[in-house]
């Protein structure tokens, strides 16, 4: 997912001792059909196959790369064997160039050879075979700093980031939300200062980095050597190159070092030590197909009068590629695959017709749903909905890791509140039992929000989600907890089930005045 800034959640508690008749708690026959979701979904899940496929067999999900290519190719042959109709990847775009790694080394040679934990950055140029060459030192904290090194770096291996600060951890990095932290989060904040003042730090930040970049390619430098954040040998990296040549600036090989090494490196170099470097980059683009696509598929409705309304799930199948895209977010699209399977499999009736969206495009700014929600609901911009806007229910996410389900974020519907209430109860000794009025920003389902569409993203255990895992290399299968994986399926599917055979849709917020275009930051 596109990282999140988690604002404080104010939990909204809803009383069940009078609710109105629409809000009461699953009646027999829901009860009945959850058991059957249950049963499916605990003793015969295949979550843990389809998520080993995604991320074992496929690999990284890179957007426009190979393997998300192959792996949609899969998912689309899997969704056909469930008997799901209407199975089809759906272009939109342009999107710009595909890229891929396909083969990479780094290591110090000398004064005392080791190896690096070290990748690549997306959408950089390779070193067109092994390069030896001497590291160098460059600090550049600021625009002024540049001109220090004009005229020196040619040909080598240049770091120009501070020297990285690694805290000791005295708490666990993985996390499960305790009964007294959701009580603490009861309470709704009054609303403070929006966050234009980091966005204009972040913009600030990523003017610098533009210019450095132009300066170091300008040097002929042999590639930009950067520190990851974190620590324990993990290396966060995402892209560091552009996807259209023709308008993005030319990018250096640009390499993301974990940050013991950089630190390593960098105080050898203070002291004066000369070390030498040698890497070995093999990065591939393609330029065949600037557009990607979404991954659909549906299950009809058995009501005559209400088959025309859509109840979506939906995940983004794209990750980065330092790991395997497991935790993001493999887990959602795995979790929404065996939720649509779940339901097919069980047989039970939906009046309404659900629908699987599987996005790409998410790590770059929720592209894919933003594209799918303007071709067949609404543009932001201009806010004028189309007939199917008007028969889109609800659509509910899963983007926030493997931890289990907790909750849901209503991003403001108070409406909707005894309703997920009620839901809720079956669930309550799963550990599902937390509403909160606030929004969660960074995924998916704001895409359905931006156009008046309910959209929703449950709560999750944050487990190392932040910590270790959110596009780090360490984003792989054995971060998975298969539990809470069956869990979230089994809920999905029920919240899933019971919109669609609700007799009324889910209510709506007023629909959002347009939204002009905001520029990049």
Do not use: C
């Not at 054995?478 to 089994?490: G, T, Y």
């Amino acid at each position: 997912m596109v990282r999140k800034y988690a604002s404080a959640l104010a939990v909204f508690v809803v009383s069940l001792m009078v609710l109105p008749l629409a809000a009461q708690a699953p009646g027999q026959s829901e009860l009945s059909a959850i058991h059957q979701i249950k049963d499916e979904g605990f003793n015969d899940s295949k979550v843990m196959e389809i998520m080993s496929y995604l991320t074992d067999v496929y690999g990284p999900r890179l957007t426009n790369s190979p393997d998300i290519k192959e792996a949609a190719n899969w998912t689309t042959g899997k969704m056909k064997e469930w008997q799901l109709a209407n199975v089809h990847l759906e272009p939109w775009g342009p999107f710009g160039r595909g890229w891929s790694n396909e083969r990479f080394s780094a290591q110090v040679i000398s004064p005392r050879p080791f190896p690096l934990i070290a990748y690549p950055k997306a959408w950089t140029p390779g070193t067109n075979g092994p390069v030896t060459a001497a590291a160098v030192l460059a600090p550049i904290l600021k625009e002024e700093d540049i001109a220090k090194y004009r005229g020196q770096l040619k040909g080598k291996f240049v770091l120009t980031a501070a020297f990285p600060e690694n805290p000791e951890r005295f708490e666990p990095q993985a996390h499960r939300y305790t009964d007294s932290e959701l009580a603490e989060l009861a309470t709704q904040p009054v609303p403070v200062a929006n966050a234009e003042d980091r966005t204009a730090q972040f913009r600030a930040q990523r003017e610098l980095s533009l210019k450095i970049q132009k300066f170091l390619v300008d040097e002929g430098v042999a590639a930009w050597i950067e520190p990851s954040r974190s620590d324990d040998g993990t290396v966060f990296v995402q892209q560091g190159g552009g996807r259209d040549k023709e308008k993005d600036p030319p990018a250096p090989p640009r390499v993301a070092v974990a940050s013991e090494n950089y630190g390593r490196i960098y105080r050898m170099l203070d002291k004066k030590v000369p070390v030498t470097l040698q890497l070995d980059i093999e990065n591939k683009f393609y330029d065949d197909d600037l557009n990607s696509f979404n991954i659909i598929g549906e299950i009809t409705g058995t009501d005559k009068a209400k088959a025309d309304e859509v109840v979506m799930l939906g995940a983004h199948f794209d990750s980065w590629h330092g790991g395997t895209g497991a935790t993001d977010n493999g887990a959602g699209s795995a979790v929404m695959l065996e939720a649509i399977r779940i339901l097919k499999t069980t047989g039970l009736k939906m009046r309404r017709t659900v629908r699987i969206g599987l996005w790409t495009g998410e790590e770059q700014g929720l592209l894919g749903s933003r594209a799918y929600v303007k071709q067949h609901f609404a543009d932001p911009e201009v806010m004028k909905p189309s007939p199917e806007h008007a028969k889109l229910d609800a659509y509910y996410n899963v983007d926030n890791g493997t931890g289990k389900i907790r909750g849901v974020y209503l991003q403001g519907n108070e409406m909707v509140a005894p309703i997920f209430s009620a839901w809720m109860e079956p669930f309550h000794d799963l550990g599902m039992n937390t509403l909160t009025i606030r929004n969660t920003g960074g995924t998916d389902h704001l895409a359905f929000n931006a156009v008046g569409l309910p959209g929703f993203q449950f709560i999750q255990d944050p487990l190392d989600y932040d910590s270790r895992t959110h596009h780090s290399n360490m984003d792989v299968y054995e971060r998975i907890q298969e539990p809470d994986m069956k869990q979230m399926a089994v809920i999905v599917a029920s919240f899933v089930y019971l919109t669609a055979n609700r007799d009324e849709m889910i209510p709506r917020k007023p629909l959002p005045k347009p939204q002009p275009a905001r520029p990049q930051p």
